[in-house]
């Protein structure tokens, strides 16, 4: 078996050594795909092509809500297929791209064990059922995983693909800020001369629409600032991937250290904690406010949960949110009663 990076035995080629050539491959991305997920299952594709002679189809749970990855998707070309509409029993191989079984964040039927997992993300509990397993917590991206994969075998990475690869690595770790470590850089600067440029620009300079700048003026309303960290609600969201985004927005501001954001889309309560904090983990936070009632984890500055909350009252979920709000600043060290507006009522 051949290496990659001269110490870590290939993941990928034992897998398609095990592989029927010119069978079928199942990529799973996970729900409400963002790049990193995106441009992961894109370049296992192009591998899949070329080492197993396989036909491959990349399947997604939830929406591509948020702009900038909707537009990725359409101008890179790069075919998704909701995963309501696969028949799973047509494939003869699963794999899943940062993401893992029974992790809360993808639509993998719980029956069915993927054969190849690559992540960058801690071990989930399941993952030990997988086959072949390819984690990597010291890599900032999983496309940066991929983008290895692609230049050890000197597999052809064309402009659309690099910009893919390039495009999850500089959102992933946020410009390579946020947890990029010496990997992530060594990838971007062999991808940056093969993207198109202005197509990048096309994805980061995506128009929004209008129920965007509703949930903005929302979000920051709602915004209370608790010392160095700030918790803020939305209520019925039109996409998950406004959570997320508000989060990063509200951490921008000066001597904010901490941020969560919450939203309910389709019967379940979504959550996203942001952090330039280096000594408490987000991820682990995470797991602990969703801990009996969902699913969630992350990263040491960045993490995400959901949890369910079908056919409850609108107080019910108030409650919700008034009990995850508390836990979170009890976990930060942060004291409830010292909370004030983001943004003042008079000016608001």
Known sequence: MSKVNGTTPSVIEAFFDDFPKGGKLLIVAHNHPDPDTIASAA???????????????????????????????????????????????????????????????????????????????????????????????????????????????????????????????????????????????????????????????????????????????????????????????????????????????LLKMEDVAWVLTMGLFEDCLYLSIRTTNTRKDAGKIMKRLVRNKGKGGGHMQIAGGKIPVPNKEPWEVQELKDYLEAKFLKSISKEKEGQQDLVPKEIQ
């Open 43 to 249: 370049a296992l594709r192009e591998i899949a092509k070329v080492l197993g002679k396989a036909k491959t189809t990349i399947a997604y749970g939830g929406m591509i809500g948020r702009a900038e990855n909707a537009n990725m998707v359409k101008y890179l070309k790069l075919h998704l297929t909701p995963i309501e509409r696969v028949d799973f029993s047509k494939y003869d191989r699963i794999a899943m791209v940062d993401t893992q079984p029974m992790t809360g964040n993808n639509d993998l039927p719980q029956k069915y064990v993927p054969h190849l997992v690559i992540d960058h993300h801690p071990k989930s509990k399941e993952a030990h059922k997988v086959p072949y397993l390819d984690i990597r917590t010291e890599y900032g991206a999983t496309a940066s995983i991929l983008t290895e994969y692609m230049f050890a075998y000197d597999l052809p990475v064309d402009k659309n693909l690099a910009t893919a690869l390039l495009y999850a690595i500089k959102s992933e770790t946020q410009d390579l800020g946020r947890e990029t470590f010496d990997v992530d850089v060594d990838c971007y600067r062999q991808l940056f001369p093969l993207a198109n440029k202005k197509l990048l620009s096309k994805i980061i300079h995506a128009r929004v629409s209008r129920s965007y700048f509703k949930r903005l003026l929302e979000g920051i309303r709602n915004a209370k600032l608790f010392g160095n960290a700030i918790v803020t609600r939305l209520k019925t969201i039109e996409t998950p991937d406004i959570v997320p985004e508000m989060a990063d927005l």
